[in-house]
């Protein structure tokens, strides 16, 4: 019989091999699928884990632009609230007042966006000037391009996978400042001197730089265009402040005689105290108008006026600023021009309106829908319509000679139309003032928007 080197039989030794193999291995069997289930588990927690981050991230955006959307409605409501014509802060309770509006249009803004499919749990509206925080009793300072600041955190984000190493749930949390800036005020506080606005939609009505409650004064002053009847009074007086004041509006072009600086015996335009109105020069429109209505489409001039003119620039203090007055037809006529397009504009009859019923002190409070309003039902309280509009202020420097004269623009009236005749008389109430003065030049920083009190979001410094 064949023998092994160690004395054993072939065959013995080959069988015990055999035994012994597998059971040497054996310790070896299922290591691989020990290491891919260890693998799996932690590819599975980085997945859970970036799912989580990817929505914490998202809820980060989400509160960021709920915050920037209640700080620039906020800011907006301190703009049309006209506050900020009263920069020495002689009505201390309007301001009180357009704040505690402020407040509330914050959160009803940040109660439309949600933040990780729910609402933020903590709004905190704050109001700042220079990034110093104030209470709307702060005295003058703050009248100057005042700011608010909104906070809004979502808390007890849901957890889709992380809960299991923390079942709190995590926050998300965003800040934005925004400011209502009236460049009326800015001369005192920019370093460059005053910052122009450049608004947007401007109606082609140019009227004369003074103000109908006294024709001596001047709506602002040339130099620094600051704002020379300051204060709110809802009256429609005009006196005590330029805010709340009402007048109608009288074309300089009467009724058969379309030439505004011939033969008439009021030019250059005045204003008449005794029965408040002033006369306006419809301008010189050049190119065609955006978001026009159906009803105000015959003529360049009625587009600009029932639509949104976008391409007429009216810059500030610049000697003729691409601004002329436009003499060559008659929109007093009846019928005509204005009253036609301004009618579709304001949806007459049946406009928007202003509540004077109302012991509000604020005329933001005061508007309501009017039964052709688009939007609303009629009588709603409403912060926004097509009567409030804005129109550019010229220096009076004499008489509008010749054909299409230039003149030089310094500032802008935000008023709300309440009405407009047959003849395009329109009447209208004063929201907002914004001056730059005639001396401001091209070089001059700029700020653009709709409104001749913009609003912006800031980074507080």
Same mark, same amino acid.
Request: negative net charge; aromatic residues 6%; glycine residues 10%.
């Given at each position: 019989?064949?023998?092994?080197?160690?004395?054993?039989?072939?065959?013995?030794?080959?069988?015990?091999?055999?035994?012994?193999?597998?059971?040497?291995?054996?310790?070896?069997?299922?290591?691989?699928?020990?290491?891919?289930?260890?693998?799996?588990?932690?590819?599975?927690?980085?997945?859970?884990?970036?799912?989580?981050?990817?929505?914490?991230?998202?809820?980060?955006?989400?509160?960021?632009?709920?915050?920037?959307?209640?700080?620039?409605?906020?800011?907006?409501?301190?703009?049309?609230?006209?506050?900020?014509? +009263?920069?020495?802060?002689? +009505?201390?309770?309007?301001?009180?007042?357009?704040?505690?509006?402020?407040?509330?249009?914050?959160?009803?803004?940040?109660?439309?966006?949600?933040?990780?499919?729910?609402?933020?749990?903590?709004?905190?509206?704050?109001?700042?000037?220079?990034?110093?925080?104030?209470?709307?009793?702060?005295?003058?300072?703050?009248?100057?391009?005042?700011?608010?600041?909104?906070?809004?955190?979502?808390?007890?984000?849901?957890?889709?996978?992380?809960?299991?190493?923390?079942?709190?749930?995590?926050?998300?949390?965003?800040?934005?400042?925004?400011?209502?800036?009236?460049?009326?005020?800015?001369?005192?506080?920019?370093?460059?001197?005053?910052?122009?606005?450049?608004?947007?939609?401007?109606?082609?009505?140019?009227?004369? &730089?003074?103000?109908?409650?006294?024709?001596?004064?001047?709506?602002?002053?040339?130099?620094?265009?600051?704002?020379?009847?300051?204060? %709110?009074?809802?009256?429609?007086?005009?006196?005590?402040?330029?805010?709340?004041?009402?007048?109608?509006?009288?074309?300089?072009?009467?009724?058969?005689?379309?030439?505004?600086?011939?033969?008439?015996?009021?030019?250059?335009?005045?204003? &008449? !105290?005794?029965?408040?109105?002033?006369?306006?020069?419809?301008?010189?429109?050049?190119?065609?108008?955006?978001?026009?209505?159906?009803?105000?489409?015959?003529?360049?001039?009625?587009?600009?006026?029932?639509?949104?003119?976008?391409?007429?620039?009216?810059?500030?203090?610049?000697?003729?600023?691409?601004?002329?007055?436009?003499?060559?037809?008659?929109?007093?006529?009846?019928?005509?021009?204005?009253?036609?397009?301004?009618?579709?504009?304001?949806?007459?009859?049946?406009?928007?309106?202003? +509540?004077?019923?109302?012991?509000?002190?604020?005329?933001?409070?005061?508007?309501?829908?009017?039964?052709?309003?688009?939007?609303?039902?009629?009588?709603?309280?409403?912060?926004?319509?097509?009567?409030?509009?804005?129109?550019?202020?010229? +220096?009076?420097?004499?008489?509008?000679?010749?054909?299409?004269?230039?003149?030089? %623009?310094?500032?802008?009236?935000?008023?709300? %139309?309440?009405?407009?005749?047959?003849?395009?008389?329109?009447?209208?109430?004063?929201?907002?003032?914004?001056?730059? !003065?005639?001396?401001?030049?091209?070089?001059?920083?700029?700020?653009?928007?709709?409104?001749?009190?913009?609003?912006?979001?800031?980074?507080?410094?």
């Amino acid at each position: 019989m064949e023998t092994s080197p160690g004395g054993l039989s072939y065959e013995v030794a080959q069988m015990l091999r055999c035994w012994q193999s597998p059971d040497v291995r054996h310790g070896e069997r299922g290591v691989t699928i020990v290491f891919v289930a260890l693998a799996m588990v932690a590819i599975l927690a980085i997945a859970a884990l970036s799912i989580d981050v990817i929505v914490l991230y998202l809820a980060k955006e989400e509160a960021q632009r709920s915050a920037d959307a209640a700080a620039l409605a906020a800011a907006r409501v301190l703009s049309l609230s006209g506050v900020t014509g +009263d920069p020495q802060y002689n +009505d201390v309770s309007s301001w009180q007042e357009a704040c505690n509006q402020a407040r509330l249009v914050a959160q009803a803004m940040v109660n439309q966006n949600t933040i990780g499919r729910g609402l933020a749990n903590v709004v905190t509206v704050t109001f700042l000037y220079n990034g110093a925080a104030t209470d709307c009793t702060g005295g003058a300072a703050f009248a100057v391009n005042p700011q608010v600041k909104v906070d809004v955190t979502r808390q007890a984000l849901p957890n889709y996978f992380s809960r299991i190493w923390n079942r709190t749930g995590n926050s998300a949390s965003a800040t934005a400042t925004a400011e209502a800036f009236n460049p009326s005020n800015s001369g005192s506080i920019a370093p460059n001197g005053i910052i122009t606005v450049s608004p947007k939609c401007v109606k082609p009505w140019i009227v004369p &730089n003074q103000d109908p409650s006294n024709p001596a004064n001047k709506f602002v002053g040339l130099l620094d265009g600051s704002i020379q009847n300051k204060g %709110i009074q809802l009256d429609g007086s005009g006196i005590g402040g330029v805010i709340g004041e009402t007048f109608t509006l009288v074309s300089d072009c009467r009724t058969g005689n379309p030439n505004c600086s011939g033969g008439l015996t009021d030019n250059p335009p005045t204003a &008449n !105290s005794a029965t408040h109105t002033l006369d306006y020069v419809p301008a010189l429109v050049a190119g065609t108008a955006g978001a026009v209505p159906s009803c105000a489409v015959a003529t360049d001039y009625q587009q600009a006026t029932g639509g949104c003119d976008q391409s007429t620039v009216y810059a500030c203090g610049v000697v003729g600023g691409g601004v002329q007055a436009d003499l060559t037809f008659d929109p007093g006529k009846p019928n005509g021009e204005t009253s036609t397009a301004t009618q579709c504009l304001i949806h007459q009859p049946g406009q928007d309106w202003l +509540d004077s019923a109302s012991s509000a002190r604020l005329l933001l409070e005061r508007m309501r829908a009017g039964p052709n309003n688009p939007a609303v039902t009629s009588g709603t309280s409403i912060t926004s319509s097509n009567s409030i509009v804005s129109l550019p202020i010229y +220096d009076t420097p004499g008489q509008l000679l010749g054909s299409n004269p230039p003149v030089t %623009i310094v500032g802008f009236l935000q008023v709300f %139309i309440n009405n407009v005749d047959s003849n395009g008389n329109v009447n209208v109430t004063v929201l907002n003032v914004a001056g730059c !003065s005639n001396t401001a030049t091209t070089s001059t920083p700029t700020v653009s928007g709709t409104s001749p009190v913009p609003v912006r979001l800031i980074t507080p410094q």
